[in-house]
């Protein structure tokens, strides 16, 4: 409890370094612009999709010339590097000049440096767009069943859809359940990102969610006592699955990218995918052929809200907030909607729009390629993330060799 | 016009093996003073030690002059005392006369006037129009001459010859010796020389030491195989230090 | 000026010319750049191995995080694959590279083998491993040009050839980058010995080339290449970014589920993460161990074995088989950045086709505007690090030959320290120290970390033509009354003009290949085309993985063919130097 203590008090000083005496809740966003202008925003980003690298250097020009404010994004290969370096600067007592100012996390990540008191906030309110926020979408306000409570703000939604190659498969799997029969007919075509990255555990806690026989416990941090009766048909089905598996799951892809060039060199005919409009964007970029297509599960799938946070010795807040703040503008929500930028869902909330503003929005020409958005409707939350962790574990104890 | 070169109490040592005994010596200008001795007895490290060039893990003492000059303080670009090796050691990156240029003193100062005082010390030495060479097409006895032009052109106050003739074969190795002899009377100069080969001594026509090792400790004698023509060890000023 | 000095009997030789300050203490400060983080960086995993790291609440010293490090799962599996993969691709580079050198001894390999071997040589390790990863993959190349026509193939077959459970691709991809290496080292150590008279002699006494060559020449020559053999095993059992590629993930190796740990979301994974690097360094250590044992061994056994006086073998197949592999391996090297070429620029490429379907240039023109700013980080890192190497190891040469102390020069092999202890064991401690000095997230601190890495290979590259040029050309220039810089300018650098401009292209390769380093010591600010390349290549886009990893690739070729075009354009050539032959 003294520690808890003691970095809230190291989160303050550094907190107000750009604006002394104004307290958060009610400091002009004007001051905040004040302060941003000429800032230089390192943006740590886990990089390895070019198409949002390209997407965040689309924000930063947009950024130099409506506020001079220099965005330069820190690829990253993995986001909890960020965490890493967060901690790092932590223990050598940096509290005010840290080297990271925003960070694209999730889940996790943000439970790791939240509960340790390393994130600068509540900030999310002060954003002027975050009023366009919808909120009746819960996975803008939890993120991973922790609420949010304005220590991060949201930028890009997603939801777990299924990309598969029309020209070898007719019939793709429409539930969980059909996953093992499925696959046994095609032995080896299909496989998800390892376990250890985001996409390879919603998979499995997609799977979780499926099976298990009261998902609600799931909302509910994982506990010893539960764990194995809840996940005990998890198993039972990947043990029917996992034979029939890309490489008889002993190899998994990396990423969800490394998963689509393996789809793309004919290796796999179906892979899960957290954006809807993926295959639509890949067969634009002319990476995936035209006959793939995407099928939402029945009964609705994982959907999952990506944020940026400030840590809290970050030395640029006022810039790391215009940046959040304009991740949120119409415009930059928009552009990250269409094909051109990332393709996928907004956060915002289009009835909170003006009719000029709603209209940037226009559905691009249907494809063949996306997922109908009607299939979209139904999304599910995702568990706590101590189930995420508890699940790797126990999924690496089972099937390490 | 250059002095004597004078030895004081010389000594050399590797770790706790004595090379060179206390040495006194001094050779007036134009004379030759040959030390002999058998390879690994220390000649080429005391020549190192007069050039200033001696490698860290030996320990010397004592004091070198040349005339009214003390040299063993001095670095060995101040010192001019101008070494001669067996291999000729032209520098392989620079023409026959770029090399002789960058042995020609410096206070030559126009670029024609050196390039005069090079031709004329290349003609005198049967090498006309060599200057523009690679030193590589040059001959073994051209080579051998090119680098002693090299050396005198610098204008050394003393010689030390590094065994220079061993690398040539007879009927070269007495051309060029004489040329050699010969150069250094011209210069003026003293000049010490170091080989193991009698003939080389006998044609230096001066006087001769021997180093003779042992392992309680090496000690200098004069030479036993004396020339005729040799001048008493005496006049030549070399004494052996006592007790050893 | 009466010299003083000279009266204390057996003093040491009065420094025979006065080195300057600088130059003096070439060495102690080369050092203290080295062991400084060196040191810093291994106390910073030490102890949070043993549980101690307070920021995040570790305040006792326990065995906990062994304990934890023990029973994670696969750990018994990562640390045997990091051994076969480490130690199978170290032993079979040396064999390959000995039997090749033997095959070909005295006979002129030639330049074209060199110049074959520089692309190779000078491509990163990751830009190398992405293209063998599709060389090989069952979707790769190689069966699509055997499909479907022989193997009735239209879908690639379900089977694992690269991040196959055993590492053997890994093995692989270690081999294909190593072999090159060492190489270049034992044919630049071969030089220096007089290999054809010795090889003549031996023929007279009737012992075949084979015989004539292990027993006589391989003894001389190994003492040299001791030091790069053991900095191959380091890398091999130690490399993060060539496993990550081409290794197997589940389990990794060891060094990668050390990466995964530090970089675990659960920051308490922080402390088996030490442990596993600590355990990293100890298998290092003790495979160096292992090694040095094996070499007191062969050597006493090999001394009986030349006394015999046998003088036929039957080596020779071997040898030519060995010759064999290293032409197999080059060419898979070069055939990996062929593949990363045409991937920048192909649009659709499906198995089973041979050559893409589509080309198009988008990849390129969408890239150039971001690959301006990393390309300069990169040449800039690169430059300052290379020439800050240069600098400090012709000091440290310099005052080595200018009579410098002999436990000055002994203390010189620290210099290959960052080369033996894995990268992951003290990058984090590093970073730690950067950011106590205020330095962590800046250039300098990239430069400095890089120089770690880069001076021991400039050190390598230059010591021995340095050391073995004929020292009486700088007596003679000091006697002829050259002062002692101008011997240095006018007589050594122009002298050693190649060895030192190959060091410097050496060095811009080494710096170009840094992953780690730049992302630890640049606090991940720091942008260079490696990381961006590994970044690219951990989403497994082979399109713009082969536009960072051909420019990667490109930029230490271009300064291998300056230094090697600036030297062959001189008027005469340096003539060989004593020793050789």
Not at chain 1, 279 to 299: F, I, N, Q, S, W
């Amino acid at each position: 409890m003294m520690r808890r203590h003691r970095l809230a008090a190291l989160a303050l000083t550094g907190a107000w370094a750009f604006a002394a005496a104004a307290p958060a809740a009610v400091r002009p966003w004007q001051a905040v612009l004040n302060a941003a202008r000429g800032q230089t925003v390192y943006f740590d980003a886990w990089a390895g999709d070019p198409r949002v690298n390209a997407y965040i250097a689309w924000v930063g020009g947009e950024l130099a010339a409506c506020c001079a404010v220099t965005l330069r994004q820190v690829p990253l290969a993995d986001t909890a590097t960020a965490v890493t370096q967060v901690i790092a600067e932590k223990a050598a007592g940096e509290n005010t000049d840290g080297t990271v100012d925003l960070i694209w996390i999730n889940g996790p990540n943000f439970y790791a440096l939240r509960h340790r008191g390393l994130l600068y906030g509540p900030f999310a309110a002060e954003l002027p767009n975050a009023v366009l926020v919808n909120r009746h979408d819960p996975a803008n306000r939890i993120d991973f069943t922790v609420p949010v409570e304005g220590y991060e703000s949201p930028w890009r939604k997603a939801q777990l859809v299924f990309i598969y190659d029309s020209a070898y498969v007719r019939h793709p799997p429409r539930s969980i359940q059909a996953f093992p029969a499925w696959a046994k007919a095609h032995p080896g075509r299909f496989t998800f990102p390892q376990v250890q990255n985001f996409l390879g555990v919603a998979f499995l806690e997609q799977a979780l969610y499926a099976l298990t026989p009261d998902p609600s416990v799931l909302q509910r941090p994982v506990s010893e006592a539960n764990f194995a009766r809840v996940t005990a048909p998890l198993w039972a089905w990947y043990d029917r699955l996992r034979p029939y598996l890309w490489r008889h799951g002993r190899e998994f892809p990396a990423s969800g990218p490394a998963e689509r060039q393996l789809l793309e060199d004919g290796e796999i005919d179906l892979m899960p995918s957290f954006n809807p409009a993926e295959a639509a964007a890949d067969v634009a970029a002319g990476l995936l052929p035209k006959t793939v297509r995407t099928v939402v599960l029945e009964g609705g799938t994982l959907g999952n809200t990506s944020f940026v946070a400030i840590p809290y010795n970050s030395p640029h807040k006022a810039g790391a907030m215009v940046v959040a703040n304009f991740l949120l503008s119409p415009q930059a929500q928009a552009r990250a909607g269409s094909l051109h930028g990332l393709g996928g869902p907004t956060v915002l909330d289009l009835n909170r729009l003006t009719p000029a503003q709603r209209a940037q929005f226009a559905p691009a020409a249907a494809t063949p390629w996306g997922a109908a958005p009607d299939a979209l409707q139904r999304s599910v939350p995702e568990p706590h993330p101590s189930w995420a962790a508890r699940l790797v574990q126990a999924w690496e104890r089972r099937y390490t060799p | 016009m250059s002095g004597a070169l004078r030895l004081e109490r010389v000594t050399i040592s590797l770790a706790t093996r004595v090379l060179i005994p206390p040495l006194e010596l001094s050779i007036m200008p134009g004379e030759v003073l040959t030390l002999m001795g058998p390879s690994g007895s220390g000649k080429s490290t005391l020549l190192n030690f007069l050039g200033g060039t001696l490698p860290g893990a030996f320990r010397a003492s004592g004091r070198v002059w040349i005339g009214e000059r003390e040299v063993s303080a001095l670095a060995p670009q101040q010192r001019r005392i101008g070494i001669l090796f067996q291999d000729d050691l032209l520098f392989p990156h620079l023409s026959v006369g770029e090399n002789l240029a960058f042995g020609l003193e410096a206070s030559l100062r126009t670029r024609r006037a050196r390039a005069q005082r090079i031709e004329a010390a290349l003609a005198e030495a049967g090498l006309a129009g060599f200057a523009p060479r690679d030193p590589a097409t040059l001959s073994g006895g051209q080579r051998a001459r090119v680098a002693l032009l090299r050396l005198l052109l610098a204008a050394p106050e003393a010689l030390l010859l590094d065994e220079p003739f061993n690398k040539l074969d007879a009927a070269l190795r007495a051309e060029f010796r004489r040329f050699v002899f010969a150069r250094a009377a011209a210069a003026g100069v003293p000049v010490l020389m170091v080989t193991h080969d009698a003939t080389d001594a006998q044609a230096a026509a001066g006087a001769v030491l021997e180093i003779v090792p042992a392992p309680e400790g090496a000690s200098i004698a004069p030479g036993a195989r004396r020339t005729q023509a040799a001048a008493p060890v005496q006049s030549a000023g070399a004494t052996v230090a006592e007790g050893l | 000026m009466s010299g003083t000095t000279l009266q204390r009997g057996l003093a040491p030789a009065p420094a025979p010319v006065a080195m300057p300050f600088w130059l003096r203490q070439a060495p102690r400060v080369t050092l203290a750049l080295f062991l400084a983080p060196v040191a810093a960086g291994l106390l910073g995993t030490v102890l949070p191995a043993f549980g101690y790291l307070p920021a995040i609440g570790g305040r006792a010293v326990t065995l906990a995080p062994w304990r934890i490090l023990f029973r994670q799962p696969g750990i018994g599996t990562a640390i045997g694959l990091s051994l076969a993969s480490g130690l199978g691709a170290t032993a079979l580079s040396v064999l390959l590279v000995f039997g090749c050198c033997a095959h070909w001894a005295g006979r002129q390999p030639g330049r074209i083998g060199r110049s074959v071997l520089a692309p190779v040589l000078a491509a990163p390790h990751a830009a190398l491993a992405i293209g063998l990863a599709f060389l090989l993959a069952p979707s790769g190349w190689i069966v699509r040009a055997l499909s479907p026509w022989l193997t009735g193939w239209r879908q690639p077959p379900d089977i694992a050839t690269v991040q196959d459970p055993y590492g053997l691709a890994l093995t692989a991809g270690l081999l294909v980058k190593e072999v090159p290496f060492l190489l270049l080292m034992t044919v630049s150590a071969l030089g220096q010995l007089p290999v054809a008279r010795t090889l003549e002699a031996a023929a007279a006494l009737g012992y075949d080339r084979a015989s004539a060559w292990v027993k006589l020449i391989l003894p001389q020559v190994y003492g040299q290449v001791r030091l790069p053999i053991y900095a191959v095993l380091a890398y091999a059992l130690s490399v993060v970014d060539m496993s990550l590629i081409l290794g197997p993930s589940n389990p990794p190796t060891l060094s990668v589920l050390a990466l995964q740990w530090f970089t675990a979301p659960d920051v308490r994974m922080y402390f088996p993460a030490a442990a596993a690097a600590l355990l990293q360094l100890a298998v290092v250590l003790g495979s160096i161990g292992v090694l040095r044992a094996l070499e007191l061994g062969i050597g006493r056994v090999g001394r009986c074995w030349i006394a015999a006086g046998r003088r036929r073998s039957r080596a020779a197949p071997v040898l030519r088989l060995a010759a064999v592999g290293v032409c197999g391996l080059t060419l898979l090297g070069v055939l990996s950045l062929v593949a990363l070429a045409l991937w920048s620029g192909a649009a659709g490429w499906r198995f089973p086709a041979l050559w893409p379907r589509h080309w198009s240039a988008a990849q390129w023109i969408r890239q150039i505007g971001t690959v301006a700013w990393p390309l300069g980080t990169t040449v800039g890192v690169a430059a300052a690090s290379s020439l800050a190497a240069l600098l400090l190891v012709l000091g440290c040469l310099e005052n080595e030959q200018h009579g410098a102390a002999v436990p000055a020069r002994r203390s010189l092999w620290l210099l290959y320290l960052p080369l033996l202890v894995p990268q992951i064991a003290f990058l984090f401690g590093m970073q730690v120290l950067l950011t106590v000095c205020r330095l962590d997230g800046t250039l300098i601190a990239v430069i400095w970390s890089h120089l770690l890495f880069v001076l021991p290979y400039v050190f390598l590259a230059l010591a021995d033509p340095w050391r073995s040029l004929d020292q009486r050309y700088a007596r003679t220039a000091l006697c002829l009354g050259a002062s002692p810089r101008r011997v240095f300018l006018r007589i050594k650098l122009p002298l050693l003009l190649r060895p030192v401009l190959v060091a410097a292209a050496v060095g811009l390769a080494v710096s170009i290949d840094q992953y780690l380093p730049t992302i630890f010591a640049g606090a991940g600010r720091v942008v260079t085309l490696t990381t961006e390349a590994v970044t690219l290549a951990s989403g497994g886009d082979r399109r713009m993985t082969g536009i960072f990893g051909l420019l990667q690739a490109v930029i230490p070729l271009g300064a291998y063919c300056i230094a090697i075009g600036a030297t062959a354009a001189r008027r005469f050539a340096p003539q060989p130097t004593e020793g050789r032959s």
